[in-house]
Nanobody, 115 residues
Framework: QVQLVESGGGLVQVGGSLRLSCAAS????????MDWYRQAPGKQRELIAR???????TYADSVKGRFTISRDNAKNTEYLQMNGLKPEDTAVYYC?????????WGKGTLVTVSS
């Protein structure tokens, strides 16, 4: 059974930093592309960062240069380092992967950026 569990969200001031973690189980973690999505209030869920099994990364323009996705295959965990946070980064952040064509999501972790 595939499980993804996010942690690390919270309340932070504008310009601050947070590091999110996503612990995966039920998959051979190192074989999988891992994603971070977010969903702000009243908006659609959007893909913001992706890391391939080989460590290649891509980012949405809205977070490029401020957020860094990484992975530790020994710990079956992916991370999202978020710096220079803005009020518009306030959202629920979700971990995602695909296994045999089925998408799996964590329950999300809330990030609130206060001004």
């Amino acid at each position: 059974q595939v499980q993804l569990v996010e942690s690390g969200g919270g309340l932070v001031q504008v310009g601050g930093s947070l590091r999110l973690s996503c612990a995966a189980s039920g998959i051979i973690f190192s074989d999988h592309v891992m994603d971070w999505y977010r969903q702000a209030p009243g908006k659609q869920r959007e893909l913001i960062a992706r890391i391939t099994s080989g460590g290649g990364t891509t980012y949405a323009d809205s977070v490029k240069g401020r957020f860094t996705i990484s992975r530790d295959n020994a710990k079956n965990t992916e991370y999202l380092q978020m710096n220079g946070l803005k009020p518009e980064d306030t959202a629920v952040y979700y971990c995602h992967t695909t296994y045999y064509g089925i998408g799996y999501w964590g329950k999300g972790t809330l990030v609130t950026v206060s001004s």
